[in-house]
């Protein structure tokens, strides 16, 4: 399958912004449990199952688009790397600044 060089390039770069963003909501210790897609081609489903994404048995959905998911707290992949670590940062850092408060309200 030929796949369109402009549409490869415009389909790289919204990645890159979705991570960027990802990772910033990871900075403001914002918890996201999960990333959810639909997939209605060949193409869709290997891109899902290859981002780590498991299929999800949920009744209702067109018999035509097969539901994924992601658990991002559970599942570390090149989507959910940076902003694990961007969270686990964030988590970090209020611990010690409570910490601090509370060793000055003693």
Do not use: H
């Amino acid at each position: 399958m030929a796949v369109d060089p402009e549409k490869k390039q415009a389909a790289i770069y919204l990645l890159g912004k979705l991570l960027a963003y990802f990772e910033d909501l990871g900075k403001q210790g914002i918890e996201v449990e999960g990333i959810y897609a639909t997939a209605s081609t060949r193409e869709g489903i290997n891109t899902c199952r290859s981002a780590g994404m498991q299929q999800m048995n949920t009744p209702d959905v067109r018999p035509d688009w097969i539901p994924f998911e992601l658990k991002v707290q559970e599942t570390r992949t090149i989507f959910t790397k940076d902003y694990l670590r961007a969270l686990n940062i964030y988590k970090r850092k209020r611990q010690r600044v409570e910490k601090d408060i509370n060793a000055l309200n003693i």
